[in-house]
């Protein structure tokens, strides 16, 4: 039988970390949040909800131009504009309505 184990640790932040620990967990409720609205409006107008790897694509996006800005590689990351007229799209679903796309990892 296998057993899981399990261990808790406490912590005792310094007034700098507690708001550092904060401002970590406000950030990552708002993103949760953003994105839960987004996904529940496309469901309400389409009956659909969105490609979860495409949301996932986009934050992972986002964490490698942070690394990027920080080894001092890049400049620090904009925000995407509507009016650009090349957008990029990466999923692993195959079948888009309406559209040709070619799948990057699997090389189709």
Known sequence: MLRKKAFHFRSFPNQEQAVLISKTLKCRRSVFNRFLACWNETYKQTGKGLDSTVLQSSLQTLADAFTRFFKKQNEAPR????K????TYHSCRKTFEGLYIQSVADGI
């Open 79 to 82: 925000f995407k504009s509507e």
């Open 84 to 87: 650009n007229k090349v957008q």
